[in-house]
């Protein structure tokens, strides 16, 4: 299982957290652990909770290149106690 951040848009329509990479590449956000994401994105910060094997299936939805486990995530890129 992953935790994936996720940002709800005003239709409540849900995409997962892609960024952008060190090396121009997207990188989907992927935490093995709740609490990790929850240190890292923030307190408030939304989430889904998925099977791996459904990687696949999020990557044809959400175009990313790499996936990024258990992220470093700065604290400038945090407002409201979830990610900007």
Request: hydrophobic share 45%; proline share 6%; charged share 25%.
């Given at each position: ?16 957290e ?41 990557k ?5 290149d ?19």
């Open positions: 299982m992953l935790y994936l951040p996720i940002r709800i848009d005003e239709l409540g329509r849900q995409f997962v892609v960024r952008p990479h060190g090396d121009g590449k997207r990188a989907l956000l992927a935490f093995t652990a709740l609490d990790r994401l929850a240190t890292q994105c923030g307190p408030e910060q939304p989430w889904i909770v998925v099977q791996t094997d459904r990687l696949g299936e999020i044809e939805a959400f175009l990313f790499v996936v990024s486990f258990d992220p470093v995530i700065g604290a400038h890129l945090r407002a409201e106690g979830k990610l900007r």
